[in-house]
């Protein structure tokens, strides 16, 4: 912790919130924005990961992740 105090939080901030409960929602996410090429609505995606899962996470930040992973395509 005193190292992260000092520096920041390092890697992806999205990644790093995602729990065990909810990976298999995030790897099928991930999935369809990769490989099947479909857009996600980050307001939506937000949403659900904090009715389903208790993750809260800025609906800028996932924008920004999603927008990530579809460079990747």
């Known amino acids: 912790m005193l190292v992260e105090a000092e520096n920041g939080k390092k890697g992806n ?3 790093s919130r995602i729990t065990q ?3 298999p929602f995030w790897v099928a996410l991930k999935d369809r924005v990769i490989k099947d090429k479909v857009d996600m609505k980050p307001y939506v995606v937000r949403r659900l990961l904090i009715e389903h899962f208790d993750i809260k996470i800025s609906e800028t930040a996932i924008r920004n992740y999603l927008m990530e992973l579809e460079s990747q395509r």
């Open 13 to 15: 901030v999205v990644d």
């Open 21 to 23: 409960d909810a990976m």
